[in-house]
């Protein structure tokens, strides 16, 4: 059996990035044991590592993971008492908004695989992707008002746009946590898996997504500029990319094949 084209690149000492050569697959992989905490390098670090992939067109798609036991338990608690004033808050809270807008801007389809806990600054992570497959003991929740401030990474926002407004506040207004099989009702989490399956069905998306057409990339851009858009406007950033699809291999492949052979028979090579 041959080898896998592995490359694997180091953003420093808590982030890393493996890229599968054979199915176009990348996984940022959080390393910064026991709980993943989020501090301020670990945020540079993933800053870079989004930075990197989004000019990458060997890579189709992306897998967030924090290994097998836990995801992300929040931000670096341990340095907000270097944080004097508003200013200085203000500017630490946009760091880390940088870094996952970095991520949620990625042209790729994005996949966090949430084992264990993603609380705080890692469900705010999480949400940043695509979509978020969840093991069956995993646990989010941004229990920022326990601590007396707010979620600073997009938990006031990301959230309600994912279970709506009124679930969104009554989560971040209590602090509670949400088991995996809730996350799954209310919208959170596309999927919930036996833990030890979460990465790999992951991994295995993530490939299909790859696998297909350049247009998803233009699916993800249409849907996330027109999101904050009005509807008159958000049709023509639709129609710009309907357009690219056009000026694109795929969508002859995809043609020809559905004359030839019916729907969902092509191979696309993002080109």
């Given amino acids: 059996m041959p080898c896998k084209k592995l490359k694997e690149i180091s953003m420093g000492e808590f982030v890393n990035v493996e890229i599968d050569g054979d199915t176009g697959v990348a996984t940022i992989r959080l390393e910064r044991p026991p709980m993943n905490a989020i501090s301020m390098q670990l945020t540079a ?8 992939l989004a000019t990458d067109e060997s890579v189709g798609a992306v897998v967030v993971w924090g290994g097998p036991k836990i995801f992300a338990a929040g931000a670096d608690i341990k340095e907000f008492p270097a944080i004097q004033d508003k200013e200085e808050a203000v500017e630490f809270s946009m760091n880390l908004h940088n870094a996952l807008l970095a991520l949620e801007n990625l042209p790729q389809i994005t996949i966090s695989a949430v084992n264990g806990y993603a609380l705080g600054g890692g469900c705010e992570l999480a949400m940043a992707t695509d979509f978020r497959f969840a093991g069956e003991r995993a646990v989010f929740g941004q229990p920022e008002v326990l601590l007396g401030i707010l979620p600073g990474a997009g938990g006031t926002q990301r959230l309600m746009r994912l279970v709506g407004i009124t679930k969104a506040k009554e989560i971040n ?25 979460c990465y790999p069905k992951a991994i295995e998306a993530a490939e299909e997504y790859a696998n297909g057409p350049k247009s998803l990339q233009f699916i993800k851009r249409a849907m996330m500029q027109g999101l904050s858009m009005p509807l008159e406007e958000a049709v023509k950033v639709e129609a710009e990319a309907f357009g690219d699809c056009f000026e694109t291999e795929d969508r002859l492949v995809g043609v020809q094949s559905f004359i030839e052979h019916g729907p969902g028979k092509a191979e696309f090579n993002r080109k």
């Fill in 173 to 197: 207004y209590s602090g509670r946590q949400v088991k995996a099989v809730e996350a799954e009702q209310i919208g959170l989490v596309s999927a919930v898996f036996p833990d030890e399956d």
């Fill in 45 to 52: 670090e993933l800053h870079e590592a989004a930075n990197n």
